[in-house]
T-cell receptor, first 112, second 114 residues
């Protein structure tokens, strides 16, 4: 399974944009990039996913580098409720493996 | 609420006892997953069901662990002869198929083995 590397922690001020980076230099052509977040005392929550093109949804945007060796999750206006651990995960659907391999993620702290 | 539910939310047991956890997935989801999470770590995959068939098991799932999903609906995870190292949060998730297939996680069952 391809690995991802994320900073252990980041801080942001409330109502400012946050860019959470993820490196995945060994990504294969069929790996999808998934982002989940985990709020305190809750199970992980799906945020967004993509393959090659940048993606937007109501929660966030995902910017994928042209060589796909890195990606960035963008929260456009951080709120206190966005304080969580954010996980970047690669998932290879065509192989038939449906499990996620989580790393330790990035703990985002949002300052009021 | 139509999300994934897990029962119990908390379980304290003595070493050597057996415990069983239940997961009720989102009703139309045919895939169900179990993960284990210890403090400060991301969730670790344990096993995966498609309908009632258990298709993948992690090497973390020792012989003391067994999971079932009868009739492809709810699932149970049983741990026999619990050890202190089994103390963790046990998470269940479910999903549809397809290339999206994002997983919806339950709130977890926190197991403490004393």
């Amino acid at each position: 399974d391809a690995k991802t590397t994320q900073p252990n922690s980041m801080e942001s001020n409330e109502e400012e944009p946050v860019h959470l980076p993820c490196n995945h230099s060994t990504i294969s052509g069929t790996d999808y990039i998934h982002w989940y977040r985990q709020l305190p005392s809750q199970g992980p929550e799906y945020v967004i996913h993509g393959l090659t093109s940048n993606v937007n949804n109501r929660m966030a945007s995902l910017a994928i580098a042209e060589d796909r060796k890195s990606s960035t999750l963008i929260l456009h206006r951080a709120t206190l409720r966005d304080a969580a651990v954010y996980y970047c995960i690669l998932r290879d659907f065509p192989s038939g493996t449906y499990k996620y391999i989580f790393g330790t993620g990035t703990r985002l702290k949002v300052l009021a | 609420d139509t999300g994934v539910s897990q029962d119990p939310r908390h379980k304290i047991t003595k070493r050597g006892q057996n415990v069983t956890f239940r997961c009720d997935p989102i009703s139309e989801h045919n895939r169900l997953y179990w993960y284990r999470q210890t403090l400060g770590q991301g969730p670790e995959f344990l096993t995966y069901f498609q309908n009632e068939a258990q298709l993948e098991k992690s090497r973390l799932l020792s012989d003391r662990f067994s999971a079932e999903r009868p009739k492809g609906s709810f699932s149970t995870l049983e741990i026999q002869r619990t050890e202190q190292g089994d103390s963790a949060m046990y998470l269940c998730a479910s999903s549809l198929g397809g290339t999206g297939g994002e997983q919806y996680f339950g709130p977890g069952t926190r197991l403490t083995v004393t």
